[in-house]
């Protein structure tokens, strides 16, 4: 029998900064592959660093590329060898593609896999009609609505990047950046048993936000170094500040989501002794920071990286359905497919007002 639908609308990076809506041909899933109608897609600075700057993961040119990597949809079709999920059921997709066989996967550090793949990084993804998926990738859900189940990937990013941290309880934790990511890390933090959770960004109705979310604290202050010299000057030169007067000893864990690196730079003034600063937000791929080495010894700290996500997305789905990460409060504006365009330049000009999504 023919296929009725043969072809599907997509968004496509044509090259630097040029994206197209594009009739392109409708996937069919391989034996083990899923085919999406997709619902919701989350727009990611990771798509901004795609378009504008070339950059991927991969480390090689991107275009052309259908990207999106944080989408929920309905199953549409299976493979013949799929077992895990059947036709209408309502699934989130996590985005890593990965070999099973290199050394890091055989280490559970899926996440580093030398063969990795991605949708919307590597591989088609998202900001389609359709998307077809390998059915290991495809999780489940009941009840969240599909805009809500597609903060299951910038969730297990946060859940990974925690677990990297080794938040504890009774920490305090100081967030620089109150968007989506940002308010993720503050829900997540307040569930772990911390003691204090305080969110630093420039933007008072993002602090607004967080206050709602349960942060104890909130400041509205540029973090970026005191002088060109205060990483040479080092940590003796610091000058106390409302935040630092928070928590006078300072911060068992400083959470850097901006992807700006002179606030991972700055960062670190606030660290406690034996403090840990994790890295978390994309900074530009050609970039760089100065920092006291002496310090570092001194004090026993620890700067923290955590790429993506890694086995932790059905944990991520799970917090979402029993309502311990809040969704709804995390999402900003929704476009269409058509409007991805101005959604990426919202994201980029720092206009977010939460985790923006194409809704189809
Ligand atoms: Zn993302
Ligand atoms: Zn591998």
């Known amino acids: 029998m023919k296929r009725m639908v043969t072809r599907m609308k997509a968004a496509v990076f044509v090259s630097k900064g040029v994206l197209e809506i594009r009739d392109v041909p409708k996937p069919s899933p391989k034996p083990d592959e899923i085919l999406l109608r997709v619902k919701a897609c989350g727009v990611c600075a990771t798509d901004v660093h795609a378009l504008y700057g070339g950059e991927s993961i991969s480390g090689r040119d991107p275009f052309p590329l259908i990207p999106g990597h944080e989408f929920t949809g309905v199953v549409e079709e299976v493979g013949k060898d799929v077992i895990n999920v059947r036709v209408g059921d309502k699934v989130a997709v996590d985005p890593i593609y990965n070999c099973g066989q290199c050394y890091f996967c055989q280490?559970?550090?899926?996440?580093?896999?030398?063969?990795?793949?991605?949708?919307?990084?590597?591989?088609?993804?998202?900001?389609?009609?359709?998307?077809?998926?390998?059915?290991y990738a495809?999780?489940?859900?009941?009840?969240?609505?599909?805009?809500?189940?597609?903060?299951?990937?910038?969730?297990?990013?946060?859940?990974?990047?925690?677990?990297?941290?080794?938040?504890?309880?009774?920490?305090?934790?100081?967030?620089?950046?109150?968007?989506?990511?940002?308010?993720?890390?503050?829900?997540?933090?307040?569930?772990?048993?911390?003691?204090?959770?305080?969110?630093?960004d420039l933007d008072?109705?993002?602090?607004?936000?967080?206050?709602?979310?349960?942060?104890?604290?909130?400041?509205?202050?540029?973090?970026?170094?005191?002088?060109?010299?205060?990483?040479?000057?080092?940590?003796a030169s610091r000058q106390r500040d409302a935040i630092l007067d928070f928590s006078p000893m300072g911060y068992d864990v400083v959470?850097?989501?901006?992807?700006?690196?002179?606030?991972v730079e700055a960062g670190v003034r606030y660290l406690k002794k034996r403090g840990r600063l994790l890295v978390f937000g994309v900074a530009p791929h050609h970039s760089e920071i100065r920092l006291n080495p002496y310090d570092i010894y001194r004090n026993d700290w620890e700067?923290?990286?955590?790429?993506?996500?890694?086995?932790?997305?059905?944990q991520s789905l799970s917090l979402l359905e029993a309502g311990i990460i809040k969704a709804k409060p995390v999402i900003g504006k929704q476009y269409k497919l058509e409007e991805l365009g101005e959604a990426l330049q919202a994201l980029a000009q720092g206009r977010a007002d939460g985790k923006l999504q194409i809704l189809f």
């Open 204 to 235: 008072k109705a993002k602090l607004d936000r967080a206050k709602a979310l349960g942060a104890d604290a909130v400041f509205q202050q540029r973090i970026e170094p005191s002088s060109p010299d205060a990483a040479k000057l080092g940590i």
């Open 107 to 135: 280490t559970n550090q899926e996440n580093h896999c030398e063969h990795l793949e991605g949708p919307g990084t590597t591989v088609p993804g998202g900001f389609a009609e359709y998307v077809a998926v390998p059915a």
């Open 255 to 263: 959470i850097e989501a901006t992807g700006v690196p002179g606030v």
């Open 138 to 200: 495809a999780l489940k859900f009941e009840k969240l609505d599909f805009d809500e189940a597609a903060l299951m990937e910038p969730l297990a990013t946060v859940i990974y990047g925690q677990e990297r941290a080794r938040i504890q309880y009774a920490d305090n934790v100081l967030i620089i950046g109150a968007g989506a990511i940002g308010l993720l890390h503050l829900q997540l933090a307040k569930a772990s048993g911390t003691a204090r959770v305080v969110v630093v």
């Open 303 to 314: 700067i923290i990286g955590a790429f993506a996500l890694n086995r932790t997305a059905v």
